[in-house]
Protein backbone atom coordinates (compact mmCIF):
# COMPACT_ATOMS: atom_id res chain seq x y z
CA UNK A 1 0.00 0.00 0.00
CA UNK A 2 2.60 2.38 0.94
CA UNK A 3 4.49 1.73 -2.71
CA UNK A 4 1.22 2.40 -4.59
CA UNK A 5 0.87 5.82 -2.86
CA UNK A 6 4.27 6.74 -3.70
CA UNK A 7 5.76 6.54 0.18
CA UNK A 8 9.61 5.44 0.76
CA UNK A 9 10.06 2.31 2.90
CA UNK A 10 12.65 1.40 4.04
CA UNK A 11 13.61 -2.23 3.69
CA UNK A 12 14.71 -4.27 7.31
CA UNK A 13 18.16 -6.15 6.80
CA UNK A 14 18.41 -9.11 9.04
CA UNK A 15 22.10 -8.52 11.34
CA UNK A 16 24.42 -10.89 11.16
CA UNK A 17 27.45 -12.00 13.77
CA UNK A 18 30.50 -13.97 13.83
CA UNK A 19 30.59 -17.26 15.92
CA UNK A 20 32.55 -17.22 18.09
CA UNK A 21 34.51 -20.27 17.56
CA UNK A 22 34.40 -20.50 13.85
CA UNK A 23 34.26 -17.27 12.64
CA UNK A 24 31.14 -17.62 9.96
CA UNK A 25 28.28 -15.31 9.87
CA UNK A 26 25.09 -16.26 11.31
CA UNK A 27 22.33 -15.34 12.58
CA UNK A 28 22.64 -14.06 16.13
CA UNK A 29 21.69 -16.43 19.03
CA UNK A 30 21.70 -16.65 22.79
CA UNK A 31 25.41 -19.16 22.16
CA UNK A 32 26.59 -16.67 19.72
CA UNK A 33 27.83 -20.46 18.22
CA UNK A 34 26.57 -22.01 14.44
CA UNK A 35 24.49 -24.84 14.94
CA UNK A 36 27.62 -26.65 13.38
CA UNK A 37 29.73 -25.96 16.60
CA UNK A 38 27.12 -25.65 19.14
CA UNK A 39 26.39 -29.79 18.37
CA UNK A 40 30.30 -30.21 18.81
CA UNK A 41 29.99 -28.85 22.09
CA UNK A 42 26.73 -30.10 22.96
CA UNK A 43 25.20 -33.35 22.61
CA UNK A 44 21.64 -33.09 23.87
CA UNK A 45 21.03 -36.83 23.20
CA UNK A 46 23.86 -38.00 25.65
CA UNK A 47 22.30 -40.40 28.54
CA UNK A 48 19.53 -41.39 26.36
CA UNK A 49 18.81 -44.87 25.24
CA UNK A 50 20.00 -46.21 21.87
CA UNK A 51 19.44 -49.79 22.07
CA UNK A 52 16.42 -51.52 24.00
CA UNK A 53 15.87 -54.95 23.89
CA UNK A 54 11.89 -56.22 23.43
CA UNK A 55 10.06 -59.49 24.16
CA UNK A 56 7.94 -60.03 21.12
CA UNK A 57 5.88 -63.85 21.16
CA UNK A 58 6.17 -65.27 17.83
CA UNK A 59 2.83 -67.32 18.00
CA UNK A 60 0.56 -64.84 19.00
CA UNK A 61 2.40 -61.61 17.78
CA UNK A 62 2.51 -59.06 20.80
CA UNK A 63 5.35 -57.56 22.58
CA UNK A 64 5.54 -57.35 26.62
CA UNK A 65 4.44 -54.46 27.88
CA UNK A 66 6.33 -54.94 31.83
CA UNK A 67 5.24 -56.49 34.27
CA UNK A 68 2.99 -58.81 32.49
CA UNK A 69 0.66 -57.31 30.01
CA UNK A 70 0.81 -58.18 26.13
CA UNK A 71 0.00 -55.89 23.27
CA UNK A 72 -0.59 -56.66 20.04
CA UNK A 73 0.88 -54.27 17.18
CA UNK A 74 1.52 -54.50 13.81
CA UNK A 75 4.93 -53.87 12.15
CA UNK A 76 5.39 -49.84 11.48
CA UNK A 77 1.61 -49.34 13.21
CA UNK A 78 0.51 -46.22 15.39
CA UNK A 79 0.29 -48.60 17.96
CA UNK A 80 3.88 -49.95 17.65
CA UNK A 81 5.19 -46.89 17.51
CA UNK A 82 3.63 -45.95 20.95
CA UNK A 83 5.02 -48.99 22.16
CA UNK A 84 9.10 -48.04 21.46
CA UNK A 85 8.70 -44.72 22.45
CA UNK A 86 7.14 -45.12 26.03
CA UNK A 87 9.94 -48.14 26.51
CA UNK A 88 12.24 -45.26 26.38
CA UNK A 89 13.81 -43.71 29.79
CA UNK A 90 14.95 -40.52 30.70
CA UNK A 91 12.95 -39.45 28.12
CA UNK A 92 11.27 -36.93 29.96
CA UNK A 93 14.85 -34.90 29.95
CA UNK A 94 14.01 -33.94 26.54
CA UNK A 95 11.13 -32.62 24.52
CA UNK A 96 10.07 -35.04 21.95
CA UNK A 97 9.02 -33.07 18.87
CA UNK A 98 8.94 -36.27 16.38
CA UNK A 99 9.00 -40.35 15.87
CA UNK A 100 8.44 -42.12 12.69
CA UNK A 101 10.31 -45.80 11.85
CA UNK A 102 13.13 -46.49 9.48
CA UNK A 103 12.67 -49.38 7.25
CA UNK A 104 14.41 -52.89 8.17
CA UNK A 105 14.39 -56.07 7.32
CA UNK A 106 11.16 -57.94 8.54
CA UNK A 107 13.53 -60.76 9.13
CA UNK A 108 15.88 -59.41 10.71
CA UNK A 109 14.30 -59.00 14.01
CA UNK A 110 15.23 -54.93 14.32
CA UNK A 111 12.94 -52.26 14.66
CA UNK A 112 14.48 -48.64 14.22
CA UNK A 113 12.51 -45.63 15.81
CA UNK A 114 13.98 -42.37 14.28
CA UNK A 115 13.33 -39.19 17.13
CA UNK A 116 13.90 -35.72 16.61
CA UNK A 117 14.38 -33.72 20.29
CA UNK A 118 14.73 -30.74 21.48
CA UNK A 119 16.37 -29.31 24.71
CA UNK A 120 17.52 -25.69 26.20
CA UNK A 121 21.32 -25.58 26.26
CA UNK A 122 23.82 -23.03 26.75
CA UNK A 123 22.34 -19.01 27.97
CA UNK A 124 19.19 -20.38 26.97
CA UNK A 125 19.28 -21.41 23.44
CA UNK A 126 17.00 -24.72 21.97
CA UNK A 127 18.92 -26.78 20.28
CA UNK A 128 17.46 -29.65 18.07
CA UNK A 129 18.52 -32.84 17.19
CA UNK A 130 17.57 -36.36 15.39
CA UNK A 131 19.02 -39.71 16.66
CA UNK A 132 17.95 -43.50 16.11
CA UNK A 133 16.65 -45.60 18.36
CA UNK A 134 17.68 -49.15 17.73
CA UNK A 135 15.24 -52.15 19.22
CA UNK A 136 15.98 -55.80 18.99
CA UNK A 137 13.46 -58.11 19.40
CA UNK A 138 13.57 -61.33 21.22
CA UNK A 139 11.66 -64.25 21.06
CA UNK A 140 9.51 -65.28 24.16
CA UNK A 141 6.49 -66.93 24.00
CA UNK A 142 3.88 -65.37 26.32
CA UNK A 143 1.96 -67.88 28.79
CA UNK A 144 -0.90 -68.44 27.14
CA UNK A 145 1.01 -69.76 24.03
CA UNK A 146 3.35 -71.22 26.55
CA UNK A 147 0.46 -73.83 27.76
CA UNK A 148 -0.80 -74.07 24.42
CA UNK A 149 2.43 -75.29 22.39
CA UNK A 150 3.30 -77.65 26.20
CA UNK A 151 -0.29 -79.39 26.04
CA UNK A 152 -3.26 -78.03 23.17
CA UNK A 153 -5.43 -79.87 24.69
CA UNK A 154 -4.87 -77.89 27.68
CA UNK A 155 -8.02 -75.83 27.58
CA UNK A 156 -9.50 -73.76 30.66
CA UNK A 157 -13.05 -73.11 29.00
CA UNK A 158 -14.98 -74.71 26.91
CA UNK A 159 -18.59 -74.38 25.15
CA UNK A 160 -20.20 -77.25 23.46
CA UNK A 161 -22.83 -75.86 21.71
CA UNK A 162 -25.44 -78.09 19.93
CA UNK A 163 -29.08 -78.10 17.68
CA UNK A 164 -31.51 -81.20 18.21
CA UNK A 165 -32.42 -81.29 14.28
CA UNK A 166 -31.68 -83.66 11.45
CA UNK A 167 -29.69 -81.05 9.56
CA UNK A 168 -26.93 -78.59 9.68
CA UNK A 169 -28.17 -75.19 8.05
CA UNK A 170 -27.89 -73.40 11.59
CA UNK A 171 -24.72 -73.99 12.06
CA UNK A 172 -23.79 -73.28 8.25
CA UNK A 173 -25.21 -69.82 9.03
CA UNK A 174 -23.78 -69.28 12.71
CA UNK A 175 -20.18 -70.19 11.61
CA UNK A 176 -20.51 -66.90 9.05
CA UNK A 177 -21.89 -65.19 11.28
CA UNK A 178 -18.91 -66.21 13.88
CA UNK A 179 -16.13 -65.00 10.91
CA UNK A 180 -18.16 -61.87 10.41
CA UNK A 181 -17.83 -60.46 13.44
CA UNK A 182 -14.18 -62.10 14.48
CA UNK A 183 -15.91 -63.88 17.75
CA UNK A 184 -13.74 -66.73 17.70
CA UNK A 185 -10.72 -65.63 17.40
CA UNK A 186 -9.64 -66.58 21.10
CA UNK A 187 -10.74 -69.88 20.52
CA UNK A 188 -7.67 -72.24 20.40
CA UNK A 189 -9.18 -75.07 18.60
CA UNK A 190 -12.99 -75.98 17.46
CA UNK A 191 -14.21 -79.50 16.83
CA UNK A 192 -16.97 -80.13 14.64
CA UNK A 193 -19.45 -82.48 16.55
CA UNK A 194 -22.18 -84.89 15.17
CA UNK A 195 -24.78 -82.10 16.16
CA UNK A 196 -23.22 -79.14 16.96
CA UNK A 197 -19.70 -77.45 17.21
CA UNK A 198 -17.16 -77.80 20.48
CA UNK A 199 -15.13 -74.12 21.30
CA UNK A 200 -11.97 -74.44 23.14
CA UNK A 201 -10.87 -71.42 25.27
CA UNK A 202 -7.18 -70.68 27.17
CA UNK A 203 -9.47 -68.40 29.71
CA UNK A 204 -12.83 -68.54 31.05
CA UNK A 205 -13.18 -64.93 30.32
CA UNK A 206 -13.21 -65.19 26.78
CA UNK A 207 -15.96 -68.26 26.90
CA UNK A 208 -18.22 -65.73 28.81
CA UNK A 209 -17.94 -62.93 25.41
CA UNK A 210 -18.28 -65.42 23.34
CA UNK A 211 -21.38 -66.92 24.89
CA UNK A 212 -22.71 -63.09 25.27
CA UNK A 213 -22.16 -63.16 21.17
CA UNK A 214 -23.92 -66.59 20.71
CA UNK A 215 -27.27 -64.98 22.56
CA UNK A 216 -27.14 -61.98 20.35
CA UNK A 217 -27.28 -64.28 17.62
CA UNK A 218 -29.59 -67.27 18.57
CA UNK A 219 -32.38 -67.58 20.97
CA UNK A 220 -30.25 -70.41 23.36
CA UNK A 221 -30.65 -71.70 26.64
CA UNK A 222 -27.23 -72.29 28.73
CA UNK A 223 -25.96 -74.32 31.57
CA UNK A 224 -22.32 -74.36 32.82
CA UNK A 225 -20.48 -76.54 35.92
CA UNK A 226 -16.70 -77.06 36.89
CA UNK A 227 -14.32 -79.08 37.69
CA UNK A 228 -11.54 -79.12 40.27
CA UNK A 229 -8.51 -79.45 38.39
CA UNK A 230 -5.39 -78.79 41.01
CA UNK A 231 -5.21 -77.22 44.36
CA UNK A 232 -2.36 -75.37 46.22
CA UNK A 233 -3.00 -75.36 50.07
CA UNK A 234 -0.24 -73.06 50.73
CA UNK A 235 -1.23 -70.47 48.42
CA UNK A 236 -5.13 -71.34 49.03
CA UNK A 237 -5.39 -71.07 44.68
CA UNK A 238 -7.72 -73.55 42.34
CA UNK A 239 -7.45 -74.45 39.16
CA UNK A 240 -10.84 -75.16 37.52
CA UNK A 241 -12.01 -76.52 34.34
CA UNK A 242 -15.54 -74.84 33.05
CA UNK A 243 -17.77 -76.01 30.43
CA UNK A 244 -20.66 -74.32 29.11
CA UNK A 245 -23.33 -76.61 27.71
CA UNK A 246 -25.71 -74.31 25.40
CA UNK A 247 -28.63 -75.27 23.09
CA UNK A 248 -30.00 -73.56 20.04
CA UNK A 249 -33.33 -73.20 19.67
CA UNK A 250 -35.21 -76.77 17.50
CA UNK A 251 -37.08 -73.71 15.71
CA UNK A 252 -35.43 -72.55 12.29
CA UNK A 253 -36.30 -70.74 9.47
CA UNK A 254 -39.65 -72.40 7.22
CA UNK A 255 -40.39 -74.60 9.67
CA UNK A 256 -43.89 -75.16 9.96
CA UNK A 257 -45.62 -74.93 13.73
CA UNK A 258 -48.86 -75.92 15.62
CA UNK A 259 -48.55 -73.79 18.89
CA UNK A 260 -49.77 -75.52 21.71
CA UNK A 261 -52.82 -74.13 23.30
CA UNK A 262 -51.46 -72.16 26.26
CA UNK A 263 -49.17 -70.22 23.79
CA UNK A 264 -51.89 -69.44 21.39
CA UNK A 265 -53.97 -67.25 24.28
CA UNK A 266 -51.04 -65.87 25.27
CA UNK A 267 -50.53 -64.30 21.53
CA UNK A 268 -53.72 -63.28 21.31
CA UNK A 269 -55.20 -66.37 19.22
CA UNK A 270 -52.57 -66.35 16.70
CA UNK A 271 -52.45 -69.12 14.55
CA UNK A 272 -52.34 -72.21 15.60
CA UNK A 273 -50.54 -73.13 12.44
CA UNK A 274 -48.03 -70.37 12.24
CA UNK A 275 -44.42 -70.21 9.99
CA UNK A 276 -41.06 -69.31 11.49
CA UNK A 277 -40.22 -66.59 8.80
CA UNK A 278 -36.81 -64.95 10.64
CA UNK A 279 -34.76 -66.60 13.28
CA UNK A 280 -32.19 -64.34 15.46
CA UNK A 281 -31.98 -63.31 18.82
CA UNK A 282 -35.87 -63.28 18.53
CA UNK A 283 -38.00 -65.70 16.59
CA UNK A 284 -40.58 -64.23 13.79
CA UNK A 285 -43.64 -66.09 13.90
CA UNK A 286 -46.08 -65.60 10.97
CA UNK A 287 -49.53 -66.38 10.28
CA UNK A 288 -50.34 -67.67 6.35
CA UNK A 289 -53.82 -66.87 6.31
CA UNK A 290 -54.10 -63.78 7.86
CA UNK A 291 -50.83 -62.47 8.18
CA UNK A 292 -50.63 -61.75 11.71
CA UNK A 293 -47.20 -62.05 13.70
CA UNK A 294 -45.67 -62.19 16.62
CA UNK A 295 -41.98 -61.76 17.96
CA UNK A 296 -40.99 -64.20 20.61
CA UNK A 297 -37.70 -63.98 22.42
CA UNK A 298 -35.43 -66.57 23.72
CA UNK A 299 -37.28 -66.57 27.68
CA UNK A 300 -40.36 -66.76 25.99
CA UNK A 301 -39.83 -69.80 24.03
CA UNK A 302 -37.45 -71.76 26.78
CA UNK A 303 -40.38 -70.96 29.50
CA UNK A 304 -43.26 -73.02 26.90
CA UNK A 305 -40.63 -74.80 24.45
CA UNK A 306 -42.16 -76.18 21.22
CA UNK A 307 -41.01 -78.45 18.25
CA UNK A 308 -42.22 -77.82 14.50
CA UNK A 309 -44.39 -80.14 12.85
CA UNK A 310 -42.50 -80.13 9.40
CA UNK A 311 -39.52 -78.92 8.86
CA UNK A 312 -38.05 -77.83 5.38
CA UNK A 313 -36.36 -80.96 4.47
CA UNK A 314 -40.12 -82.29 3.78
CA UNK A 315 -40.97 -79.16 1.13
CA UNK A 316 -42.98 -80.33 -1.87
CA UNK A 317 -42.68 -78.59 -5.37
CA UNK A 318 -45.85 -77.20 -6.65
CA UNK A 319 -47.11 -75.51 -9.95
CA UNK A 320 -48.99 -72.48 -9.59
CA UNK A 321 -51.93 -72.27 -12.06
CA UNK A 322 -53.55 -68.92 -10.76
CA UNK A 323 -53.41 -66.67 -9.13
CA UNK A 324 -55.78 -63.62 -7.67
CA UNK A 325 -54.56 -60.66 -5.30
CA UNK A 326 -56.59 -60.20 -1.78
CA UNK A 327 -54.44 -57.77 -0.18
CA UNK A 328 -52.08 -55.21 -0.44
CA UNK A 329 -48.25 -55.57 0.66
CA UNK A 330 -47.86 -56.17 4.15
CA UNK A 331 -44.29 -55.84 6.10
CA UNK A 332 -43.28 -58.06 8.72
CA UNK A 333 -39.99 -58.14 10.27
CA UNK A 334 -38.26 -56.48 6.94
CA UNK A 335 -40.42 -58.83 4.57
CA UNK A 336 -42.81 -58.20 2.06
CA UNK A 337 -45.91 -60.84 1.76
CA UNK A 338 -49.39 -60.12 0.01
CA UNK A 339 -52.54 -62.61 0.80
CA UNK A 340 -53.54 -64.35 -2.22
CA UNK A 341 -56.08 -67.15 -3.30
CA UNK A 342 -54.40 -69.43 -5.67
CA UNK A 343 -54.86 -72.66 -7.73
CA UNK A 344 -51.68 -75.34 -7.32
CA UNK A 345 -50.80 -78.93 -8.44
CA UNK A 346 -48.02 -81.45 -7.29
CA UNK A 347 -45.50 -81.76 -9.71
CA UNK A 348 -44.91 -85.61 -9.09
CA UNK A 349 -48.38 -85.88 -10.09
CA UNK A 350 -48.28 -84.42 -13.41
CA UNK A 351 -49.26 -87.46 -16.08
CA UNK A 352 -50.81 -89.22 -12.89
CA UNK A 353 -53.95 -87.49 -11.90
CA UNK A 354 -55.82 -84.34 -11.66
CA UNK A 355 -55.73 -82.96 -8.33
CA UNK A 356 -55.94 -79.44 -8.30
CA UNK A 357 -55.75 -77.34 -5.01
CA UNK A 358 -57.33 -74.15 -4.04
CA UNK A 359 -55.64 -72.46 -1.08
CA UNK A 360 -55.00 -69.00 0.46
CA UNK A 361 -51.29 -67.93 0.60
CA UNK A 362 -48.94 -65.66 1.97
CA UNK A 363 -46.70 -65.58 -1.41
CA UNK A 364 -49.12 -63.42 -3.76
CA UNK A 365 -46.85 -60.35 -4.29
CA UNK A 366 -43.74 -63.38 -5.62
CA UNK A 367 -47.01 -65.49 -7.51
CA UNK A 368 -47.31 -65.82 -11.23
CA UNK A 369 -49.40 -68.52 -13.09
CA UNK A 370 -46.69 -70.72 -14.41
CA UNK A 371 -44.24 -69.98 -11.31
CA UNK A 372 -42.56 -72.87 -9.23
CA UNK A 373 -43.57 -72.78 -5.44
CA UNK A 374 -42.00 -74.92 -2.61
CA UNK A 375 -44.72 -76.12 0.27
CA UNK A 376 -45.71 -78.25 2.76
CA UNK A 377 -48.12 -81.12 1.60
CA UNK A 378 -51.09 -81.30 4.38
CA UNK A 379 -53.06 -83.04 2.04
CA UNK A 380 -51.12 -86.23 1.97
CA UNK A 381 -48.84 -85.88 5.13
CA UNK A 382 -49.35 -87.99 8.14
CA UNK A 383 -48.80 -86.12 11.30
CA UNK A 384 -48.82 -87.28 14.83
CA UNK A 385 -48.38 -84.46 16.13
CA UNK A 386 -49.66 -84.08 20.07
CA UNK A 387 -50.26 -80.36 19.43
CA UNK A 388 -52.51 -80.94 16.90
CA UNK A 389 -54.56 -83.45 18.39
CA UNK A 390 -56.02 -80.97 20.66
CA UNK A 391 -57.29 -78.81 18.61
CA UNK A 392 -60.42 -80.77 17.81
CA UNK A 393 -62.79 -79.46 14.76
CA UNK A 394 -59.74 -78.39 13.18
CA UNK A 395 -59.24 -78.66 9.59
CA UNK A 396 -55.99 -78.55 8.11
CA UNK A 397 -55.26 -76.60 4.59
CA UNK A 398 -54.23 -79.21 2.09
CA UNK A 399 -51.09 -76.95 1.31
CA UNK A 400 -49.40 -73.94 2.67
CA UNK A 401 -46.65 -72.58 0.49
CA UNK A 402 -43.61 -71.63 1.78
CA UNK A 403 -41.30 -69.77 -1.09
CA UNK A 404 -41.00 -69.42 -4.77
CA UNK A 405 -39.04 -72.71 -6.34
CA UNK A 406 -36.04 -71.63 -8.88
CA UNK A 407 -34.93 -75.15 -8.93
CA UNK A 408 -35.64 -76.02 -12.78
CA UNK A 409 -33.61 -73.11 -13.64
CA UNK A 410 -30.81 -73.78 -10.59
CA UNK A 411 -30.51 -77.33 -12.67
CA UNK A 412 -28.95 -75.74 -15.90
CA UNK A 413 -25.88 -74.18 -13.64
CA UNK A 414 -25.68 -77.62 -11.39
CA UNK A 415 -22.13 -77.74 -11.25
CA UNK A 416 -20.63 -74.20 -12.68
CA UNK A 417 -18.36 -72.68 -9.94
CA UNK A 418 -20.07 -69.11 -8.53
CA UNK A 419 -18.27 -65.94 -8.39
CA UNK A 420 -18.58 -65.90 -5.28
CA UNK A 421 -17.33 -67.81 -1.88
CA UNK A 422 -17.34 -68.15 1.67
CA UNK A 423 -14.86 -68.58 4.35
CA UNK A 424 -15.05 -71.55 6.63
CA UNK A 425 -13.43 -71.97 10.38
CA UNK A 426 -10.63 -74.23 11.15
CA UNK A 427 -12.28 -77.08 12.26
CA UNK A 428 -11.40 -80.16 13.43
CA UNK A 429 -13.74 -83.43 13.04
CA UNK A 430 -14.38 -85.52 15.62
CA UNK A 431 -12.76 -88.67 15.79
CA UNK A 432 -15.66 -90.44 17.71
CA UNK A 433 -18.17 -88.75 15.04
CA UNK A 434 -15.98 -88.90 12.17
CA UNK A 435 -17.99 -92.44 11.05
CA UNK A 436 -21.49 -91.28 11.97
CA UNK A 437 -21.51 -87.87 9.57
CA UNK A 438 -22.60 -88.33 6.24
CA UNK A 439 -20.25 -86.38 3.78
CA UNK A 440 -22.85 -86.53 1.38
CA UNK A 441 -25.20 -85.31 3.13
CA UNK A 442 -23.62 -82.47 4.21
CA UNK A 443 -22.77 -81.22 0.95
CA UNK A 444 -25.99 -81.15 -0.17
CA UNK A 445 -27.65 -79.51 2.73
CA UNK A 446 -24.23 -76.71 2.18
CA UNK A 447 -25.19 -76.73 -1.31
CA UNK A 448 -29.02 -75.42 -0.04
CA UNK A 449 -27.07 -72.95 2.42
CA UNK A 450 -25.74 -71.58 -1.02
CA UNK A 451 -28.95 -71.62 -2.72
CA UNK A 452 -30.65 -70.05 0.51
CA UNK A 453 -27.85 -67.19 0.43
CA UNK A 454 -28.50 -65.91 -3.59
CA UNK A 455 -32.28 -66.32 -3.43
CA UNK A 456 -32.77 -63.88 0.05
CA UNK A 457 -31.16 -60.72 0.86
CA UNK A 458 -31.87 -61.18 3.88
CA UNK A 459 -29.55 -63.90 4.90
CA UNK A 460 -26.76 -61.95 3.24
CA UNK A 461 -26.87 -58.74 5.25
CA UNK A 462 -25.00 -60.15 8.30
CA UNK A 463 -22.38 -62.17 6.39
CA UNK A 464 -19.60 -61.79 4.58
CA UNK A 465 -19.08 -62.95 0.64
CA UNK A 466 -16.35 -62.74 -1.15
CA UNK A 467 -15.19 -62.64 -5.05
CA UNK A 468 -13.87 -65.98 -6.53
CA UNK A 469 -10.56 -65.51 -8.32
CA UNK A 470 -11.49 -69.37 -10.17
CA UNK A 471 -14.47 -67.79 -11.17
CA UNK A 472 -14.66 -67.06 -15.15
CA UNK A 473 -17.23 -65.18 -16.66
CA UNK A 474 -18.73 -67.03 -20.16
CA UNK A 475 -20.98 -64.92 -21.92
CA UNK A 476 -22.84 -67.83 -23.71
CA UNK A 477 -23.00 -69.48 -20.52
CA UNK A 478 -24.98 -66.32 -19.14
CA UNK A 479 -27.56 -66.55 -21.50
CA UNK A 480 -27.94 -70.11 -21.61
CA UNK A 481 -28.19 -69.44 -17.35
CA UNK A 482 -32.30 -68.17 -18.38
CA UNK A 483 -33.49 -65.07 -16.55
CA UNK A 484 -34.94 -64.31 -13.22
CA UNK A 485 -32.66 -66.49 -11.18
CA UNK A 486 -31.70 -65.06 -8.02
CA UNK A 487 -27.88 -64.56 -7.94
CA UNK A 488 -25.38 -62.46 -5.63
CA UNK A 489 -24.69 -58.51 -7.31
CA UNK A 490 -21.10 -58.07 -7.62
CA UNK A 491 -21.52 -54.65 -5.21
CA UNK A 492 -22.18 -57.33 -2.36
CA UNK A 493 -18.64 -59.00 -3.25
CA UNK A 494 -15.58 -58.16 -0.73
CA UNK A 495 -12.32 -58.47 -1.94
CA UNK A 496 -10.33 -61.37 -0.26
CA UNK A 497 -7.29 -59.90 0.44
CA UNK A 498 -4.42 -62.56 0.75
CA UNK A 499 -0.65 -61.74 1.44
CA UNK A 500 1.86 -64.57 1.62
CA UNK A 501 5.47 -64.21 1.79
CA UNK A 502 5.97 -64.90 -2.02
CA UNK A 503 4.12 -62.23 -3.28
CA UNK A 504 5.64 -60.00 -0.67
CA UNK A 505 9.29 -61.01 -2.26
CA UNK A 506 8.46 -60.61 -5.78
CA UNK A 507 7.38 -56.71 -4.49
CA UNK A 508 10.37 -56.22 -3.31
CA UNK A 509 12.38 -56.91 -5.98
CA UNK A 510 10.62 -55.03 -8.28
CA UNK A 511 11.16 -52.25 -5.80
Excluded at 77 to 94: D, H, I, M, P
Excluded at 163 to 172: A, D, E, K, L, Y
Aim: charged fraction near 25%; proline fraction near 4%; include cysteine.
Amino acid sequence: MEEEAGMFRVHQTIGSVLCCKCGIPMAPNAANMCVKCLRSEVDITEGLQKHVIILHCPECDTYLQPPRTWIKAQLESKELLTFCVKRLKNLSKVKLVHAEFVWTEPHSKRIKVKLRVQKEVLNGAILEQTYIVEYVQQDHMCDSCTRVQANPDQWVAAIQLRQHVSHRRTFFYLEQLILRHDAAARAIKIKQMDQGIDFFFANRSHAVKFLEFLGKVAPIKSRHDKQLVSHDPKSNNYNYKYTFSVEICPICREDLICLPPKVVVSLGNLGPLVLCTKVSNNIILLDPSTLRHCFMDADQYWRVSFKSLLSSRQLVEYIILDVEALSSEVNVGGSKYALADAQVARVSDFGKNDKIFTIKTHLGHLLNPGDYALGYDLYGANSNDIELDKYKGFSLPDVILIRKSYEEKHQRKRGKPRHWKLKSLNMEVDSSTRGRIDEEKMYSEYEEFLKDLEENPEMRFNISLYRNKEYQHSEVASMTDGEDVPSVPLEELLADLELNDEDNDDESMKG
